[in-house]
């Protein structure tokens, strides 16, 4: 897989949205949760997108270190998939 695509996949996974399960005349997709636990070639790739601006890593008690798509991140996919995310309520 292209690096690129891996980085990108690796976004659309952190929210929980499978591209190809979008509905014709689908506008927006309410994402239920927005983090990325990672190690290895993952790690690599998250580490990416934060120097990008695409991605945040953060920390808590449970897990050393995450990742979470920024809204520069949202709205990169945003324009390649043709749809809004948005946080569901």
């Known amino acids: 897989m292209d690096d690129a695509l891996f980085e990108i996949d690796n976004m659309c996974h952190a929210l929980g949205f499978d591209p190809n399960k979008i509905r014709k005349g689908q506008r927006v997709f309410e994402y239920y949760r927005n983090f990325f636990v990672a190690s290895g070639k993952y790690k690599e790739s998250w580490e990416k997108l934060v120097k990008w601006g695409y991605a945040g890593k953060a920390s808590n008690a449970i897990v050393d270190s ?3 798509v ?4 949202l709205d990169f996919l945003s324009s390649i998939y043709k749809i809004k995310f948005k946080p569901m309520k």
Do not use: E, M, S, V
Request: cysteine-free.
């Open 66 to 68: 995450y990742y979470y």
């Open 70 to 73: 920024t809204q520069a991140g």
